[in-house]
Each structure stands twice: as structure tokens, then as C-alpha cells.
């Protein structure tokens, strides 16, 4: 179960981070919007799916969360606590894991990731990516 869990955070992880960037704080307030990309909607979902099972605490956590998340979408540490509230979540409700599993499991089975172009790069995750001539990462 751990490893499932694990996974489910692992796939929702690009959503919860879109979501929150393109919702913000009120990501758990708001409806899907048309004009938000699918991503970004599909995060919006699996947190609503979180809290709307969370018992009061547990959404205030969850708020308290996102909006450190949202504050600073750069941060590291804020995205780390966002994961942990869902997989303490996740940890449990078995019926939010098999609800999470519907939502995020096809959408990650059908991402596709391309690259186009001259020196153009592409992955699920990148955390440092340098390209062009004479650059360097300095250690």
C-alpha cells in the first residue's frame, strides 16, 4: 500500500503543481475554469477530492498547505508538504486512493512528452537543464 501511495503522489505531483500555480490559494475554492489548461484542472480535481473527504483539520492542513505552495511555487519544501498532506490522506481513505487512481492513472498513462528543435530538451521532471554553447553549471 505504501508504494502505492507513493506512485499516486508521484503521478499527481505536475497536476497539484499547475493547479496551484494556475488557481493559487483559492485552488480548493474555485470551479474548473475552460480557459485553465487540463493539467492544471486535474490537479484542481485531486485536491478537491482530498479535501472534500478530510475532516476539518485535515482541510485546514490542507489549506495551510496549498497556500504555502502557492506563495511560492519555486519552493521545494512547500510542494514537499503539499505531497505529505495527500499521502497522509491517502494513507487513510482506500476509497480516495482508488478515486485518485481514476483520476491520475489514465492522464499519466497518456502523457506524452516531446521535444522539437535544435539543442531542445523534454522530460516528466527536470531540475537543471543547460543548454547552448560555453555554459556551465559552476559547483
Do not use: C, W
Not at 507513493?6 to 499527481?12: D, I, N, S
Not at 474555485?30 to 478537491?48: I, K, P, Q, Y
Not at 497518456?110 to 547552448?132: F, K, L, P, Y
Request: aromatic share 2%; charged share 20%; net charge negative.
Amino acid at each position: 500500500m505504501t508504494d502505492e501511495i507513493a506512485q499516486l503522489v508521484e503521478q499527481a505531483g505536475p497536476y497539484l503543481g499547475a493547479a496551484v500555480s494556475a488557481y493559487g490559494g483559492a485552488v480548493l475554492t474555485r470551479a474548473e475554469d475552460s480557459a485553465v489548461e487540463a493539467t492544471a484542472n486535474l490537479g484542481r480535481r485531486v485536491l478537491h477530492a482530498v479535501f472534500r473527504r478530510g475532516s476539518q483539520s485535515e482541510q485546514a492542513a490542507l489549506e495551510a498547505a496549498v497556500q504555502d505552495a502557492a506563495e511560492d511555487t519555486t519552493d521545494p519544501d512547500a510542494a514537499a508538504a503539499l505531497r505529505q498532506q495527500i499521502k497522509r490522506a491517502l494513507r487513510e481513505d482506500a476509497g480516495l486512493r482508488q478515486e485518485l487512481a481514476g483520476l491520475v492513472g489514465p492522464a499519466a498513462a497518456s502523457m506524452t512528452i516531446t521535444a522539437s528543435g535544435e539543442r531542445s530538451i523534454a522530460a516528466h521532471t527536470i531540475t537543471t537543464a543547460i543548454t547552448g554553447d560555453g555554459h556551465s553549471l559552476a559547483q
